[in-house]
C-alpha cells in the first residue's frame, strides 16, 4: 500500500506536471527547429513570439468573456486561439519581410541572424509589455480539474489523492494532435515534402523548381501557429507573464538541441527529457521517500536538490553537456 501511495505522490507532483510541461516544450521546440531547419539560423525571438500570440488570445478571450462566450467546462481561450494564431503569423510575415528577408538576400551568416534576432526579441518584448503590461495575468476559466485528489480519495479509498487539471489534459491532447497534423504535412503533402527538400538541399531545390520565398511563407505560418499553441497551453497551465516567456526560450533551446537541432523527433523527445530533468530535480522528494522507507521514518529535509527558483538552471546544465559532448543531440540534427 505505501509502495502505491509513493507512486500516486509522485505522479501527482512529477509524473503529471512533468508529461503537461514536455508537452509545451516540444511544440515550443518543434517551431525552433523548423526555423533551424529550413531557414538556418537559431531564432532568438521565439519565446517573444509565443508570448505576442498569446497574449492576443489573452485578451480576445476577455473580451470573449465579457459577452458571455464561453465554452462551459472547457477554457474560452480554445476559441480565441485561431484569433491568436493569425495575429501571430501577421507579426512573423511583417518582421521576416521588414528585417530577414534583406539579410537572406544578402546571403547573410547565421551568426549575423542570429544577432537580428536578438533585436527582434527585444522589440516583440516590448511590444507586449506595452500593450498588456509586465504584470501576471490569468485566462483560465471553464472547470478547473479532471480529476480532483478529493473525488480520487472517495473513489479508491486511498489517503493519497491524483489530481489531473482540465488544461494538463487539454495540453497532452493537442500535443498529440499538432505532432500528428505536422509530421502528416512535412511528410505527405508536396509542399511539406518541399520544404523538406529545401532544408536537406537548397540549391538542389532551387534547380527542382521549388519557389523559396513560398516555403519560407509556409514556415512562418507553422511557427506562428506552433508558438501560439504553445504558449497559450503555457498560460493556460500556469499564467501569463511576458517576461516568463522570456525566460522559457532557454528551456526550449536546450529541448531543440538536446534531441538535435533541425530535427522535428528530436525536439519532442528533447521538451521531454528537459520537463522530466526540470521537475525531477526540483521537486521535495520527502513524501515519497516516507512512503519507501521503514515504518515511522522520514527524512529531516526536504530532500530537495534544487529549488524551483533554479529550474532553468537544469537546462542550462544539460545544454551545456550536450554541447561539450554530442553537439549533434539525440537524433543526430545539425550540430551547432
Not at 99 to 106: E, G, I, L, S
Not at 215 to 241: N, P, R
Not at 278 to 303: F, H, I, Q
Request: hydrophobic share 55%; charged share 15%.
Amino acid at each position: 500500500m505505501d509502495l502505491l501511495h509513493a507512486f500516486l505522490t509522485l505522479a501527482n507532483f512529477v509524473l503529471v506536471p512533468a508529461i503537461a510541461y514536455g508537452s509545451q516544450l516540444a511544440i515550443g521546440a518543434l517551431g525552433v527547429t523548423l526555423i533551424y531547419g529550413i531557414l538556418r539560423f537559431s531564432n532568438f525571438a521565439h519565446g517573444d513570439t509565443m508570448a505576442f500570440g498569446t497574449m492576443v488570445v489573452v485578451l480576445v478571450t476577455w473580451w470573449f468573456q465579457s459577452m458571455g462566450i464561453h465554452l462551459g467546462p472547457l477554457p474560452t481561450a480554445l476559441l480565441a486561439l485561431p484569433v491568436g494564431i493569425a495575429a501571430c503569423a501577421a507579426l512573423v510575415l511583417v518582421t521576416d519581410r521588414a528585417v530577414y528577408r534583406f539579410y537572406r538576400a544578402q546571403k547573410a551568416k547565421p551568426v549575423i541572424l542570429v544577432i537580428v534576432s536578438m533585436g527582434v526579441m527585444f522589440i516583440m518584448n516590448s511590444l507586449v509589455r506595452f500593450i498588456i503590461g509586465p504584470d501576471e495575468q490569468r485566462f483560465a476559466d471553464g472547470e478547473r480539474f479532471i480529476l480532483s485528489a478529493r473525488d480520487f480519495k472517495a473513489m479508491t479509498g486511498l489517503d493519497e489523492g491524483l489530481t489531473i487539471k482540465t488544461t494538463q489534459g487539454i495540453t497532452v491532447i493537442t500535443a498529440v494532435v499538432v505532432v500528428a497534423a505536422l509530421f502528416w504535412f512535412l511528410n505527405k503533402t508536396r509542399t511539406g515534402k518541399s520544404m523538406r527538400a529545401y532544408s536537406d538541399n537548397e540549391d538542389l531545390a532551387l534547380l527542382s523548381g521549388i519557389n523559396p520565398e513560398r516555403v519560407v511563407v509556409i514556415t512562418w505560418l507553422i511557427v506562428a501557429a506552433l508558438a501560439t499553441v504553445a504558449g497559450t497551453l503555457y498560460g493556460l497551465d500556469k499564467s501569463f507573464k511576458p517576461f516568463t516567456y522570456f525566460q522559457l526560450l532557454l528551456p526550449i533551446f536546450a529541448s531543440a538541441i538536446v534531441g538535435g537541432l533541425g530535427n522535428p523527433l528530436g525536439a519532442i523527445a528533447g521538451g521531454f527529457v528537459i520537463a522530466f530533468s526540470e521537475v525531477t530535480v526540483t521537486y521535495a522528494w520527502k513524501k515519497v521517500l516516507a512512503y519507501l522507507g521503514p515504518e515511522g521514518w522520514s527524512p529531516d529535509g526536504l530532500v530537495q536538490l534544487l529549488s524551483t527558483d533554479y529550474k532553468f538552471a537544469v537546462s542550462f546544465a544539460i545544454l551545456l553537456v550536450v554541447l561539450l559532448f554530442k553537439p549533434t543531440g539525440l537524433f543526430k540534427g545539425k550540430s551547432v
